[in-house]
T-cell receptor, first 114, second 113 residues
Framework: AQSVTQLGSHVSVSEGALVLLRCNYSSSVPPYLFWYVQYPNQGLQLLLKYTTGATLVKGINGFEAEFKKSETSFHLTKPSAHMSDAAEYFCAVSAREYGNKLVFGAGTILRVKS | KAGVTQTPRYLIKTRGQQVTLSCSPISGHRSVSWYQQTPGQGLQFLFEYFSETQRNKGNFPGRFSGRQFSNSRSEMNVSTLELGDSALYLC????????????FGPGTRLTVT
């Protein structure tokens, strides 16, 4: 079985500040991990993914995430927040054994203050 | 390449009716997955189709069904609609399974009254 926990349903940062969105997962098999972003009235857009190999993954729009197996974490960071980053972010897990089934966290709404 | 398209974008139905939602994947993608998004339950996996075969199914009642055509387009059907079926239904397409990226469409917003 797999599950995802996102700490903090709402995160607020100032423009230019560090963005840190937390994600912890549980998986009985080697996981694939994803971060998606959702803007209002839109679908999900893939930010980045980890499957195998390098544990520090760089994505679009300046975001990156680090897979830490010992901590079962996959936190999303961005050095400097921009107003356009305000959206809802979802962490998701899957595995080869589960095909394309994504198990999502509850989501974190990011607010960026000017 | 065109992205994933879903039709219709908005739908209002009455309890007890049935509804069919359509999804056209990215050209060349053979896998289509469906998800339900609600404020209370979040994003939940419904099912996945690959080459016209259902490969994986989530924990939803039999009122929820789907199919995939030879051109990889997929439809999802919900029969005997309930108020709780009001949700955003998202379709995602992928070239394959597992480590492949899944690309989501804009969703169909279903409201059941």
């Amino acid at each position: 079985a797999q599950s995802v926990t996102q700490l903090g349903s709402h995160v607020s940062v100032s423009e230019g500040a560090l963005v840190l969105l937390r994600c912890n997962y549980s998986s009985s098999v080697p996981p694939y991990l994803f971060w998606y972003v959702q803007y209002p009235n839109q679908g999900l857009q893939l930010l980045l993914k980890y499957t195998t190999g390098a544990t520090l993954v760089k994505g679009i729009n300046g975001f990156e995430a680090e897979f830490k197996k010992s901590e079962t974490s996959f936190h999303l960071t961005k050095p400097s927040a921009h107003m356009s980053d305000a959206a809802e972010y979802f962490c998701a897990v899957s595995a080869r054994e589960y095909g394309n089934k994504l198990v999502f966290g509850a989501g974190t709404i990011l607010r960026v203050k000017s | 390449k065109a992205g994933v398209t879903q039709t219709p974008r908005y739908l209002i139905k009455t309890r007890g009716q049935q509804v069919t939602l359509s999804c056209s994947p990215i050209s060349g993608h053979r896998s289509v997955s469906w998800y339900q998004q609600t404020p209370g339950q979040g994003l939940q996996f419904l099912f996945e189709y690959f080459s016209e075969t259902q490969r994986n199914k989530g924990n939803f009642p039999g009122r929820f069904s789907g199919r995939q055509f030879s051109n990889s387009r997929s439809e999802m059907n919900v029969s005997t609609l309930e108020l709780g079926d009001s949700a955003l239904y998202l379709c995602a397409s992928s070239m394959g399974q597992g480590s492949y990226e899944q690309y989501f469409g804009p969703g169909t917003r279903l409201t059941v009254t």
